[in-house]
């Protein structure tokens, strides 16, 4: 099981970008991907999380109305697209994947629920 996180960079803000988690090793179909990010000196917070078979997602309350997760399980890739982005967005992006059956709607916002992780994009909002 393999997770490559990918499309960070520099932006203004009010703009926006797009994140890439490309799965590998398995088929999306049975898990929920969970984005997460980590800002400098702070802790790791649970973003979004979409579980595939349903199609169901979740947002954190910074995100709410600004990002969207969803999937294309052809290409067995799930994507962030963020927009009206803020400096307090700026931090590494990590994708993560676990079994459906493991996470609950209490649950999916935390990094300990999940088992596999990629390795991280940086986003940084700046002007």
């Known amino acids: 099981v393999q997770l490559q996180a990918s499309g960070g960079g520099l932006v203004q803000p009010g703009g926006s970008l797009r994140l890439s988690c490309a799965a590998s090793?398995?088929?999306?179909?049975?898990?929920?991907i969970g984005w997460f990010r980590q800002a400098p000196g702070k802790e790791r917070e649970g973003v979004s999380c979409?579980?595939?078979?349903?199609?169901?997602?979740w947002y954190g309350d910074s995100v709410k109305e600004r990002f969207t997760i969803s999937s294309e399980n052809d290409k067995n890739t799930v994507y962030l697209e963020m927009n009206s982005l803020k400096p307090e967005d700026t931090g590494i992006y990590y994708c993560?994947?676990?079994?459906?059956?493991?996470?609950?709607?209490?649950?999916?916002?935390?990094?300990?629920?999940?088992?596999?992780w990629g390795q991280g994009t940086l986003v940084t909002v700046s002007s």
């Open positions: 993560a994947a676990e079994e459906e059956i493991r996470v609950t709607p209490a649950t999916m916002m935390l990094f300990s629920t999940f088992t596999y």
């Open positions: 090793g398995f088929p999306l179909d049975y898990y929920a």
């Open positions: 979409i579980s595939i078979s349903d199609g169901a997602t």
